[in-house]
Structure formats: C-alpha cells, structure tokens
C-alpha cells in the first residue's frame, strides 16, 4: 500500500499498476477482481473501514467486493445506475460487444458475485473529505471522487493512464471495447479537468501529479 496524500493510499492489485484500488481515509474505493480479495484484505488488516464504494461495476474494480464486504461486514455503494450490476454480478452487459471473448473471459473469472447495495450515490455527495463526481461514459452510472483541499481526483476509468495492452504509460481514454459511450466520456474528462486536479489515480495507470498533462490530452480528444 502506498499513501498518494494526506489519508489517500494506492492499492496495486497487479503488476506495473495496470489495476488498482485506493484507500481514502476509512473508504474502500474498487476492489479490482475476485482473486484480488487476499492482497486488499492483507493490505487493510490494521485498518477500520466503514465502507466500500465502487466507481462503476465492471469486472475488475468489483470482482473482490462481495469478499471484501463480508469479510470486513461493510456496506457497498455505487451511483444508481451501477447498482443492479453491482448486485446480481453481471458486469459486462453495458460493454459494447458482451460476447467478445475477453468480455466472457472478464464475466466467467474477473467478475465476483453480486452484493447488495445499500446506499447509492450521485453529484455533490460526500464520502468523507471528498465529493462525488457523476462522471458517465465508460460506463452509464460512473463515478469520480475529488478533494477540493489538495487537488486530489480518484478518476476510475474515465481515463488510463496506460496502454492496457502494452503498459507503456500515458494518459488514455479507455479501450472501446470496454466504454458504453466513448463521445459521453470525452465529456467527462473535460469535467474532470475543469477541476483542476493536482494529482490524479487511476483504475489503470500509475498515479500521475498533474503538471498540465490531462488538460494537454483533453485538448486533442
């Protein structure tokens, strides 16, 4: 676990930061995928959470949540529309093409089981020191979580900062393959990036300290 900020730590769930969950103040944010239970659990065994948020409910932020909340007896949230995924486990329906091999492969072993919702959230809320951030596009019920204080944006999947197939680092939009409505994800960025982030973590991607590089990508998208 590596702390990014003031109570904002990164959890790398597997290799060169291609997938990740974070941990803000006493907040599960994502899960990553079912076999990534062991490694979050260990990373949070000294620590009290309160809860476990999901920014969206695909395969790979959600596969551990079921695990994570039983375990650790928390409650699960996520924005309205992510909710009915998040809880019967059927992550990829919203992927463009469901029946691509890699989706199958994402529902059949990343995905965990569905855990019921108990609260769900939207634009303005708070989860601790930060606010919600309805961010749509990757997927329909997308959320973002930004800290006003010190500039700190969790960004989930509205952008990369990776190739997902070569890890080679750099700020991306998210494969197509994967992304409900790419046109609406665009739109997002750019309201990501009206806020001025200063350090920005990623679903996939090393942790980036913004020195204009999002609003540089958000120029050319």
């Given at each position: 676990?590596?702390?990014?900020?003031?109570?904002?730590?990164?959890?790398?769930?597997?290799?060169?930061?291609s997938i990740n969950c974070y941990l803000i103040e006493d907040v599960l944010i994502d899960a990553g995928i079912r076999s990534s239970a062991t490694r979050i659990l260990n990373a949070v065994k000294d620590r009290n959470l309160s809860k476990h948020v999901l920014t969206h409910a695909h395969a790979d932020h959600q596969g551990s949540s079921s695990i994570i909340c039983n375990a650790l007896k928390i409650p699960l949230l996520c924005s309205e529309l992510e909710k009915e995924n998040a809880e019967n486990g059927t992550v990829t329906i919203e992927y463009p093409n469901p029946n691509h091999f890699i989706s199958k492969f994402q529902q059949k072993f990343w995905a965990g089981d569905g855990f019921k919702v108990t609260e769900t959230l939207k634009e303005g809320d708070r989860i601790g020191g930060f606010v919600v951030i309805e961010t749509p596009g990757h997927s329909s019920g997308h959320l973002s979580f930004f800290r006003e204080k010190d500039g700190i944006l969790i960004a989930g999947d509205?952008?990369?900062?990776?190739?997902?197939?070569?890890?080679?680092?750099?700020?991306?939009?998210p494969p197509n393959l994967f992304t409900a409505d790419q046109e609406q994800n665009k739109n997002s960025i750019k309201k990501l990036v009206s806020l001025q982030p200063k350090v920005i973590c990623f679903g996939h991607g090393s942790v980036l300290v913004n020195n204009g590089d999002l609003e540089r990508f958000a120029s050319k998208i």
């Open positions: 676990m590596k702390k990014i900020a003031e109570d904002v730590y990164q959890i790398p769930l597997m290799p060169r930061n509205t952008l990369t900062n990776m190739n997902l197939l070569t890890t080679i680092v750099g700020l991306r939009q």
